[in-house]
């Protein structure tokens, strides 16, 4: 079967980073997408990884490892309204994004 | 960046009653377009994706007689949900996605919807 594996929450300091993980096993791979939800809203795009290796988009970074299905999305200095959901999804040999549970980020200040 | 438009934002309605969702690509066309549905702390459901022109596939256990979808043209699909019950009061977010299939999804806003 297809699965998504990320972890359900984490809990980090305003103005440190952060790193959420996601491991994944699908049924062929053409690429890797995180989004950012914050709670009673749709989701938002933050990254697509095809390729290996990583990805920097200011202060958010994404990277992917295909041979060891393996992503996370790094976040830098963070920011109280950095507080989201972030969700893993994969899209699979049929161009359908299978989803993650979503990783609940809490920012302490 | 791409924008997709859902409508209303948020509805509440009789059980029994049916209440229909639109979804729209501002500016692109979309000839795929997906409906999820999300409870409170849950993640994202794929209900049924939608190519214009052609009939929605449905998901495994999503009754395709209870969510009507149609995509009549490359800007608008629209979700009717018919006999409205309680249990179906969530959470329905629809996305777009362009002409190539490796490209990202763009989420509406969603359309809470309460029954009563």
């Known amino acids: 079967g297809q699965n998504i594996d990320q972890p359900t929450e984490m809990t980090a300091t305003e103005g440190a980073i952060v790193q959420i993980n996601c491991t994944y096993q699908t049924s062929g791979f053409n690429g890797l997408f995180w989004y950012q939800q914050h709670a009673g809203e749709a989701p938002t795009f933050l990254s697509y990884?095809?390729l290996d290796g990583l990805e920097e988009k200011g202060r958010f970074s994404s990277f992917l490892s295909r041979s060891k299905g393996y992503s996370y999305l790094l976040l830098k200095e963070l920011q109280m309204k950095d507080s989201a959901s972030y969700l893993c999804a994969v899209m699979d040999s049929n161009y359908q994004l299978i989803w993650g549970a979503g990783t609940k980020l809490i920012i302490k200040p | 960046g791409a924008v997709v438009s859902q409508h209303p934002s948020w509805v509440i309605c009789k059980s029994g009653t049916s209440v229909k969702i639109e979804c729209r690509s501002l500016d692109f066309q979309a000839t795929t377009m997906f409906w999820y549905r999300q409870f409170p702390k849950q993640s994202l459901m794929l209900m049924a994706t939608?190519?214009?022109?052609?009939?929605?596939?449905?998901e495994q256990g999503v009754e395709k007689d209870k969510f009507l979808i149609n995509h009549a043209s490359l800007t608008l699909s629209t979700l009717t949900v018919t006999s409205a019950h309680p249990e179906d009061s969530s959470f329905y977010i629809c996305?777009?996605?362009?002409?190539?299939?490796?490209?990202?999804?763009?989420f509406g806003p969603g359309t809470r919807l309460t029954v009563t």
């Open positions: 996305s777009a996605r362009g002409l190539a299939e490796a490209s990202e999804q763009y």
């Open positions: 939608s190519n214009e022109g052609s009939k929605a596939t449905y």
């Open positions: 990884n095809v």
